[in-house]
């Protein structure tokens, strides 16, 4: 991780640790503890030797499996230490195994006195974030610790219904756990006196296991070296080299280095895949979004990451389509946005999702899921030759475009928008932080909003449905209403969006119609819909190569100069691979092929300079600014649609692109 914790992650559990291994309970930007199902299931794990903190001679690195440190006790260059600890780590489901191995440095044998201090907190994630959000609990809810023969019990209580556990089981059994702190507190601390024979060692192993309430058995691993090899074994089965590609565009040295990119992005994918279920409960596994906050089903991201990993690895999309077919809304409900037809914007387990503290349990603000799920289903068809997919979800994806054509609003407003919703999201477009939605003096759009992409996005939703209809439904007077809805689409928004004097598309209409005339890349989406007419997709293709927009490592979310301009912004100035994705996809759609290797070029140095791990965002600075990218401070690494960019890249400079 870029603040220097090591990441440990398998189907949708992950630890974050120091460089020794430890857990401080940290909060706020990049918190530290083992996580399962939104919930911190592990917040201190804090080991100490002959009374002390072990001095860290060599670090863990999340690269290797399992996570490896050398520690030693405190001692001086005169006094050596007596021993050595070899400490390894990894997760599998619901588990964090650990195997400390001492290792006696001394001819005489040699007592060494160890002690973990552990706690479980169980924090939901929105609380950890520390974003000014407090969130009440009610008298009923406790926490309680209590011990076993082999270790300690974490539990967590609310009401009658909702129970979790942690529980460290420990071999050999410690010789004794005692409260660590005064009070009402569960902390425990476990210790340990271990003889180690002259030059000998000592072994001690520990298991954590993570019981969210409603989460399935943990697995079966028992050591961190049983965890490692299956985490291998299913890496290696994902993360095989792409198939061959026509990259003759690029030198050799750039070929070696999209190479390195995708092989980095494939082996990150496989890390960030969590369990789902599918409309008959079906196993399935998709990409969840990114870690930390993100380790889950997330409408959007799921499905561009399955877009840009489709012609390599469609079995995401194929799961990533059941797993939000069985989401789609069936009701209105204004707490959670849900609609008939509507789909997913994320999925989440936790506390406060459970007990309706926060909307996000299923979470459908989001105005752009809907019409992607439309254009994957499609493109897997394509992609694949395989229509049964398509045909099992004809009836989801014809809710899905009477949501568009309904609440979606083309109906009514002959836009797809949205209405800022004050309980969960202001914007609902991918740019969804407040202000990012703006004209170019800087003033938020007010809504109904239609965004531009979302109208792209929609358009291409109608022809690709309509192709199902005619070639798998056998429909084709629903295709005719289609094609026509989108024709129409199509020319409203020439006739409305676009901005003469800058010859560029707005970014959004407000809720009066006005063009929101701030320059953004979201005009690249556009591109990749195919929405705009040839002249007028060059035009917008090489104006978003122009300095003001491609910093010399991506294009940024803004173009600089304008008054809303930052380089440290979300989505008024920095750059998203991602995003950069969807461009370079679109400029190879329109025949913009020097742009595409302007842009791949870009954004394999920005790989480079990470260790070939593109982050989910970097600041805006541009290249002439710094030798090398500028980080943005609170970016997830890894993130799958950043980490599935590399698989855009290689599409794009092949010559593919959206149709």
Same mark, same amino acid.
């Given at each position: 991780?870029?603040?220097?914790?090591?990441?440990?992650a398998?189907?949708?559990?992950f630890?974050?640790?120091?460089?020794?291994?430890?857990?401080?309970?940290?909060?706020?930007?990049?918190?530290?503890?083992?996580?399962?199902?939104?919930?911190?299931? *592990?917040?201190?794990?804090?080991?100490?030797?002959?009374?002390?903190?072990?001095?860290?001679?060599?670090?863990?690195?999340?690269s290797?499996?399992?996570?490896?440190?050398?520690?030693?006790?405190?001692?001086?260059?005169?006094?050596?230490a007596?021993?050595?600890?070899?400490?390894?780590?990894? %997760?599998?489901?619901?588990?964090?195994?650990?195997? *400390?191995?001492?290792?006696?440095?001394?001819?005489?044998?040699?007592?060494?006195?160890?002690?973990?201090?552990?706690?479980?907190?169980?924090?939901?994630?929105?609380?950890?974030?520390?974003?000014?959000?407090?969130?009440?609990?009610?008298?009923?809810?406790?926490?309680?610790?209590?011990?076993?023969?082999?270790?300690?019990?974490?539990?967590?209580?609310?009401?009658?219904?909702?129970?979790?556990?942690?529980?460290?089981?420990?071999?050999?059994?410690?010789?004794? %756990?005692?409260?660590?702190?005064?009070?009402?507190?569960?902390?425990?601390?476990?210790?340990?006196?271990?003889?180690?024979?002259?030059?000998?060692?000592?072994?001690l192993?520990?298991? %954590?296991?993570?019981?969210?309430?409603?989460?399935?058995?943990?697995?079966?691993?028992?050591?961190?070296?049983?965890?490692?090899?299956?985490?291998?074994?299913?890496?290696?089965?994902?993360?095989?080299?792409?198939?061959e590609?026509?990259?003759?565009?690029?030198?050799?040295?750039?070929r070696?280095?999209?190479?390195?990119?995708?092989?980095?992005?494939?082996?990150? #994918?496989?890390?960030?895949?969590?369990?789902?279920?599918?409309?008959?409960?079906?196993?399935?596994?998709?990409?969840?979004?990114?870690?930390?906050?993100?380790?889950?089903?997330?409408?959007?991201?799921s499905? #561009?990451?399955?877009?840009?990993?489709?012609?390599?690895?469609?079995?995401?999309?194929?799961?990533?389509?059941?797993?939000?077919?069985?989401?789609?809304?069936?009701?209105?409900?204004?707490?959670?946005?849900?609609?008939?037809?509507?789909?997913?914007?994320?999925?989440?387990?936790?506390?406060?999702?459970?007990?309706?503290?926060?909307?996000?349990?299923?979470?459908?603000?989001?105005?752009?899921?809907?019409?992607?799920?439309?254009?994957?289903?499609?493109?897997?068809?394509?992609?694949?030759?395989?229509?049964?997919?398509?045909?099992?979800?004809?009836?989801?994806?014809?809710a899905?475009?009477?949501?568009?054509?309904?609440?979606?609003?083309?109906?009514?407003?002959?836009?797809?928008?949205?209405?800022?919703?004050?309980?969960?999201?202001?914007?609902?477009?991918?740019?969804?932080?407040?202000?990012?939605?703006?004209?170019?003096?800087?003033?938020?759009?007010?809504?109904?909003?239609?965004?531009?992409?979302?109208?792209?996005?929609?358009?291409?939703?109608?022809?690709?449905?309509?192709? *199902?209809?005619?070639?798998?439904?056998?429909d084709?007077?629903?295709?005719?209403?289609?094609?026509?809805?989108?024709?129409?689409?199509?020319?409203?928004?020439?006739?409305?969006?676009?901005?003469?004097?800058?010859?560029?598309?707005?970014?959004?209409?407000?809720?009066?119609?006005?063009?929101?005339?701030?320059?953004?890349?979201?005009?690249?989406?556009?591109?990749?819909?195919?929405?705009?007419?040839?002249?007028?997709?060059?035009?917008?293709?090489?104006?978003?190569?122009?300095?003001?927009?491609?910093?010399?490592?991506?294009?940024?979310t803004?173009?600089?100069?304008?008054?809303?301009?930052?380089?440290?912004?979300?989505?008024?100035?920095?750059?998203?691979?991602?995003?950069?994705?969807?461009?370079?996809?679109?400029?190879?759609?329109?025949?913009?092929?020097?742009?595409?290797?302007?842009?791949?070029?870009g954004?394999?140095?920005?790989?480079?300079?990470?260790g070939?791990?593109?982050?989910?965002?970097?600041?805006?600075?541009?290249?002439?600014?710094?030798?090398?990218? %500028?980080?943005?401070?609170?970016?997830?690494?890894?993130?799958?649609?950043?980490?599935?960019?590399?698989?855009?890249?290689?599409?794009?400079?092949?010559?593919?692109?959206?149709?």
């Amino acid at each position: 991780m870029s603040d220097g914790r090591v990441l440990l992650a398998r189907d949708g559990t992950f630890a974050a640790l120091t460089r020794g291994g430890g857990v401080t309970g940290s909060r706020g930007a990049s918190p530290d503890g083992l996580f399962r199902h939104d919930a911190r299931h *592990l917040s201190r794990w804090r080991l100490t030797v002959d009374g002390a903190e072990p001095a860290v001679l060599t670090p863990a690195r999340d690269s290797a499996v399992p996570a490896t440190s050398v520690l030693t006790p405190p001692a001086g260059r005169d006094a050596p230490a007596p021993y050595t600890v070899f400490r390894e780590q990894a %997760v599998a489901s619901g588990l964090l195994l650990e195997r *400390l191995r001492l290792v006696s440095n001394s001819p005489d044998p040699v007592t060494a006195r160890l002690e973990l201090l552990a706690d479980a907190d169980f924090a939901d994630q929105f609380e950890l974030r520390s974003d000014g959000r407090t969130y009440p609990r009610l008298p009923e809810a406790a926490r309680e610790a209590g011990e076993r023969p082999d270790g300690v019990e974490f539990t967590y209580r609310r009401g009658e219904g909702w129970l979790s556990r942690t529980t460290v089981r420990c071999d050999p059994p410690p010789a004794e %756990v005692t409260p660590a702190e005064h009070g009402t507190g569960t902390a425990r601390r476990l210790g340990w006196t271990l003889t180690l024979p002259p030059h000998g060692a000592a072994e001690l192993v520990l298991r %954590v296991e993570a019981r969210p309430h409603g989460a399935p058995a943990v697995a079966d691993a028992a050591t961190p070296a049983q965890a490692a090899a299956g985490l291998r074994a299913a890496t290696d089965a994902f993360a095989h080299p792409p198939v061959e590609a026509d990259t003759a565009a690029l030198s050799p040295a750039e070929r070696a280095a999209l190479g390195r990119a995708c092989a980095q992005g494939l082996a990150d #994918l496989a890390l960030l895949r969590v369990p789902a279920a599918g409309p008959r409960g079906e196993e399935l596994r998709v990409p969840g979004a990114g870690i930390p906050w993100f380790l889950t089903l997330f409408g959007r991201d799921s499905l #561009l990451t399955s877009l840009f990993a489709l012609p390599y690895r469609p079995a995401l999309a194929h799961d990533t389509l059941l797993a939000l077919a069985a989401t789609q809304g069936t009701r209105h409900d204004a707490f959670s946005a849900e609609q008939p037809g509507r789909l997913a914007h994320e999925v989440r387990h936790g506390e406060l999702a459970a007990f309706r503290q926060v909307p996000y349990g299923r979470y459908y603000g989001s105005v752009d899921v809907t019409p992607l799920f439309l254009v994957l289903l499609q493109a897997y068809a394509g992609a694949t030759a395989d229509t049964a997919l398509a045909a099992r979800l004809e009836p989801q994806a014809r809710a899905a475009v009477e949501w568009m054509v309904g609440d979606g609003g083309l109906a009514e407003r002959g836009w797809l928008v949205y209405t800022p919703d004050p309980g969960g999201l202001v914007n609902q477009n991918w740019k969804d932080s407040a202000g990012a939605i703006c004209f170019a003096d800087g003033t938020q759009a007010e809504g109904p909003i239609a965004v531009a992409e979302a109208q792209g996005y929609a358009y291409d939703a109608l022809v690709r449905t309509a192709r *199902l209809a005619r070639g798998v439904w056998g429909d084709a007077a629903y295709a005719d209403r289609l094609d026509a809805l989108a024709a129409g689409l199509r020319d409203r928004f020439h006739r409305d969006f676009w901005l003469p004097a800058q010859d560029f598309p707005a970014l959004a209409l407000d809720g009066r119609g006005r063009q929101a005339d701030a320059l953004a890349s979201d005009a690249g989406h556009l591109l990749w819909s195919g929405i705009l007419d040839r002249d007028r997709g060059e035009r917008t293709g090489r104006r978003l190569l122009a300095g003001d927009f491609f910093s010399g490592w991506a294009v940024r979310t803004l173009a600089a100069g304008q008054r809303p301009y930052h380089p440290l912004s979300y989505h008024r100035g920095s750059c998203w691979p991602h995003d950069n994705a969807v461009i370079a996809l679109g400029l190879a759609r329109y025949g913009l092929g020097a742009e595409v290797r302007t842009l791949t070029r870009g954004l394999l140095a920005t790989a480079e300079a990470h260790g070939w791990r593109l982050p989910e965002v970097l600041a805006g600075y541009a290249r002439s600014d710094h030798p090398a990218p %500028v980080p943005y401070p609170h970016a997830c690494s890894p993130q799958a649609w950043a980490a599935a960019t590399p698989l855009a890249l290689l599409t794009a400079v092949s010559g593919g692109g959206g149709t």
